[in-house]
């Protein structure tokens, strides 16, 4: 797979508790209207009850808007992609 001209970003959001996973979903639902908006996903794992996690994708250098409060919040810039085809 090839990358765009510029990297891509990959930004992870992270809540822990009720009301912090709420606001996070919330959220999400702001993301597709944002520059460089590319897609996103919100993950829960059955090993970690209570944890949720947005993983986004943007384009171009640009990254989402400030995280709610009690979000947590990593970025990182794509450096090699693999995938079918």
Known sequence: ???????????????????????????LDTLPGQPGFVGAELLASPAQPGLLLV???????????????GVRAWAFEVRRSIGPG
């Open 1 to 27: 797979m090839s990358l765009p001209s510029a990297p891509l970003q990959v930004h992870y959001a992270e809540a822990r508790d009720e009301a912090a996973g709420r606001a996070l979903t919330a959220w």
């Open 55 to 69: 993983a986004s994708r943007w384009a171009s250098g640009e990254l989402p808007p400030t995280v709610p409060p």
